[in-house]
C-alpha cells in the first residue's frame, strides 16, 4: 500500500507563497490520478486540485484557481501544489491523496474517490 508523506507547510503572511509536496513511498504513485484536499477547524475536508497520471489533466476548486498550481514528477514519485497569494481563508491542515487506478485519464473530486491519504501538513496565512 502507498505510503504518503506531505511537506512544505508552514506559517506565511497574506499575499505569500508556499510549494507543498507529497511524496510516497513503498510503491509509485506514477500511474494514480493524485488529488489535494484542504480541511480548516470544525470543518468539512475540501477539494483543493487533482491531476490525472499523465498531468494532462487537472482541475480545481474555483477558490484557488489561479492562484494554485497542482503538478506532478513521476520519476520522483512526488506531486506538488504550489500556493500564491496566499489567503488567510486558506489556512487549514492540506492532505495529499491517492486513488489506485492505474494509468486512467478520468480526474477525482471526491474524498470518497481516494484510497491512500498522507497524514497532512498545515499551512497557516496570517493577515
Known amino acids: 500500500q502507498v505510503q504518503l508523506v506531505e511537506s512544505g507547510g508552514g506559517l506565511v503572511q497574506a499575499g505569500g507563497s508556499l510549494r507543498l509536496s507529497c511524496t510516497a513511498s513503498r510503491r509509485s504513485i506514477s500511474s494514480f490520478p493524485m488529488g489535494w484536499f484542504r480541511q480548516a477547524p470544525g470543518k468539512e475536508c475540501d477539494f483543493v486540485a487533482t491531476i490525472n497520471w499523465s498531468g494532462s489533466r487537472l482541475d480545481y476548486a474555483d477558490s484557488v484557481k489561479g492562484r494554485f498550481t497542482i503538478s506532478r514528477d513521476n520519476p520522483k514519485n512526488t506531486v506538488y501544489l504550489q500556493m500564491n497569494s496566499l489567503k488567510p481563508e486558506d489556512s487549514a491542515v492540506y492532505y495529499c491523496?491517492?486513488?489506485?487506478?492505474?494509468?486512467?485519464?478520468?480526474?477525482?473530486?471526491?474524498?470518497?474517490?481516494?484510497?491512500?491519504w498522507g497524514q497532512g501538513t498545515q499551512v497557516t496565512v496570517s493577515s
Open positions: 491523496a491517492a486513488k489506485e487506478t492505474s494509468y486512467t485519464r478520468t480526474i477525482y473530486y471526491n474524498v470518497g474517490d481516494y484510497d491512500n
